[in-house]
Each structure stands twice: as structure tokens, then as C-alpha cells.
């Protein structure tokens, strides 16, 4: 039994819960090993299953060392109708599934075939085992950020006048390919000038002009764990309101890594970077919230400075990400990805925070 399974189980006895039923593909991959996309976990007492089917039966078998692996024949047999034969041989009275994970159609397969099993919702079982990270988890976040920073100095020698955000953006992609990233951590945002006040626009045909700023925010994946980092560069000379804007950013980025010397709450770093913020002549176009948890999530637990107030634990692994966004003039945004340890805050993000002028 794993320590992680373990957890789980006795969090389940705790709240008389005969089993619990998951859906959502990451808390799957964190219980049981099993990596690929298409499965569902029953953990039923002591003995934990995973379904999947044929294409990932023999990935699955290899990948997971206490969960036991049925290959469901999906043309004979519903998934509502496998899960309600592993009930009954368990005789399972009070099932815990994942509230926020659940489709609709499983969910009426639930009320069609399991008519004598209690099915509690439950948020947040896996998932707060995971708001802080192990060593290892740590340790692949870190090698992640570390592709993504040595990937950005090797694309910045592609940048040039006239070069679009698409080919900048596919040359980014390229590079972290290269050093061993799975895949691009979400779809690589790199806008210029104007197009930068998009906080989470598509990169496009917009081609490179001097005195044009340019924003990039994405990761690289290692391990299936994610980086997301942003930077902002100025094409040539930066003008004095690029100047002030950057400077502003960075003031509340620093800010908020100063408020994280110790566990604290997320609303506090939120305040401190909105402190800084709030004295610029641009405050009203600054972002909404501060930065999220990441690791096989690129957002996860904990959530800061939006609507929740959560703690930043020790090993939680987060964004600080402030960005004033002015429609039609542009937008700045510097994100690094940091976690609390014994020593206070390390920085797993290196490349330069500083404004550069390229
Ligand atoms: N690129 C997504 C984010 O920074 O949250
Ligand atoms: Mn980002
Ligand atoms: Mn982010």
C-alpha cells in the first residue's frame, strides 16, 4: 500500500466511507502511478481498482503497482455496470465520488445502476494531498522551470524585425522540446505591443515592430509536472511609460516574495503586491488575482488573491504573477514560480527578472 493510498483510506474510515470513486486523470495518476488519460479509480476498503480498456491495459499493468487492473470490453459492458458489480462483491453501502470531477452521463449511469449504494460528494480528498508537494514533485517542477529558462535564452536569438508571434511562439515550443519538456505546459501565449494587454490571448500574425513590447508567458513539463513563467521584453529602446509600467510589475512581484518568508495566508502576498500596484497611475488596469498552485495542474491549490483566501504552506509550490493590461497600449506581466521551504522562499523560475530591451 502506498503512503498516499494510505492517507486516503483512513481518511475514508474517518468519515464512514465504504470506498470512493474517481474520475479526474491527475488525482488517478497521484493514487496509482497509471499515466495515461482514460481510466477510473475505485478504491473499495483495502483493495484499490483501475479501469481502463484495452488501449491502456498494458501500459496500466506496468504503471501501477497496488492498484489492480480490469480491462473493461467497452462494447459489452457500460463503465455504470462494472462499477456496480465491484460494489456488490464489496458489499459497498456509502461510496465517495469526486463532485467536481463527474460528468453528467456518469452520473445518471449512478442513479440507474446502483440503486442500494449511498454516493456522497466529496471535494478536495486527493487534491489536498496534493497542495504541497514532495521532494521528487519538487525537483521535477524545478527541472521543468529550469528547460523553460534555458529555452527562452536560446528562442531570444530568433528575435528579429518583422519575425510573427506564431513562429516566435513554435520556436519556443522547439527549443523546450529539445531539452527533454513533454509538451508545452498550455498553449504558449507570446503577444506584441498592443496585442499584450490580452492577458491569455493567442499568438498570431502580428509581426515585430521597434519600441513593441513583448510578452511571453509559458512552461515546459517534466514527469507531468508543470512550469509558468512570464517575462516581458521591450523591441529596441523602451519608452518611459514602458519603463514605469515594467518597474510597477516588478515592485509588486518583489513585494509579494517579500510577504513569503514564512506560511501566511495567500490574501496577504495578494495585499502586498496590491499595495504597490495601487500607487500607480495605471492601478485600475491591473490583474485580478495574484498566482495559483502548480504541479500536475498548471492551476491548482492553493489560489491566490481570488475570492479564497488560502494558506501558502510550507513545500506548496506557487505563481507570483502581478500584469497591468492597458487596452490598446499593451500589457506587462512577470511570473516566477516559487515554494515555501525551512528556508524561506526559493525561486525555481532563473531567467532575469529585470525589464531587458532586446
Ligand atoms: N499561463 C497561465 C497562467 O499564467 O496562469
Ligand atoms: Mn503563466
Ligand atoms: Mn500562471
Given amino acids: 500500500m502506498t503512503e498516499r493510498l494510505n492517507t486516503i483510506i483512513k481518511t475514508l474510515n474517518s468519515e464512514q466511507l465504504d470506498g470512493f470513486l474517481l474520475f479526474d486523470a491527475n488525482n488517478i495518476t497521484y493514487l496509482s502511478g497509471f499515466t495515461g488519460h482514460a481510466a477510473t479509480a475505485l478504491v473499495l476498503g ?18 501501477c503497482s497496488v492498484f489492480e487492473v480490469i480491462c473493461r470490453d467497452r462494447i459489452k459492458q457500460s463503465l455504470a455496470e462494472l462499477i456496480a458489480e465491484l460494489l456488490l462483491k464489496h458489499g ?9 470531477h463527474i460528468s453528467h452521463s456518469a452520473w445518471l449511469g449512478m442513479q440507474t445502476h446502483w440503486p442500494e449504494t449511498d ?28 528547460i523553460a529558462d534555458d529555452a527562452l535564452h536560446e528562442m531570444l536569438k530568433s528575435v528579429k524585425a518583422g519575425v510573427t508571434e506564431r513562429e516566435l511562439a513554435a520556436e519556443l515550443e522547439y527549443q523546450m522540446a529539445q531539452r527533454g519538456s513533454q509538451g508545452p505546459s498550455f498553449d504558449t501565449i507570446m503577444l506584441m505591443a498592443e496585442r499584450s494587454a490580452l492577458p491569455h490571448g493567442v499568438p498570431g500574425d502580428r509581426q515585430l515592430q521597434h519600441g513593441d513590447l513583448l510578452l511571453i508567458d509559458f512552461g515546459a513539463v ?14 529596441g529602446q523602451a519608452d518611459e511609460k514602458q519603463r514605469t509600467v515594467y518597474q510597477t510589475v516588478l515592485g509588486a512581484q518583489q513585494a509579494a516574495m517579500d510577504a513569503l518568508s514564512e506560511e501566511v495566508e495567500g490574501l496577504k502576498l495578494h495585499q502586498a503586491s496590491q499595495h504597490i500596484l495601487n500607487q500607480s497611475p495605471y492601478a485600475k488596469y491591473q490583474g485580478e488575482g495574484l498566482g495559483h498552485g502548480l504541479g500536475m495542474d498548471v492551476h491548482e491549490l492553493p ?17 507570483i504573477e ?10 506587462v506581466r512577470v511570473e516566477d514560480d516559487v515554494v515555501l521551504t525551512d528556508n524561506g522562499l526559493v525561486q525555481l523560475t532563473q531567467f532575469p527578472r529585470e525589464m531587458i530591451e532586446l
Fill in 46 to 63: 483495502q483493495h484499490a481498482y483501475l479501469l481502463t480498456d484495452y488501449r491502456y491495459f498494458e501500459q496500466a499493468k506496468a504503471e
Fill in 92 to 100: 459497498i453501502r456509502r461510496l465517495a465520488f469526486e463532485a467536481d
Fill in 119 to 146: 454516493a456522497v460528494p466529496f471535494s478536495r480528498l486527493v487534491e489536498d494531498l496534493r497542495y504541497t508537494k514532495d521532494d521528487g514533485e519538487i525537483a521535477s517542477i524545478q527541472q521543468a522551470a529550469k
Fill in 222 to 235: 517534466v514527469n507531468g509536472y508543470h512550469s509558468d513563467m512570464t517575462r516581458t521584453f521591450v523591441f
Fill in 303 to 319: 489560489f491566490i488573491g481570488m475570492g479564497k483566501n488560502l494558506m501558502v504552506k510550507r513545500n506548496c509550490v506557487i505563481t
Fill in 322 to 331: 502581478p500584469g497591468i493590461y492597458i487596452p490598446g497600449w499593451g500589457g
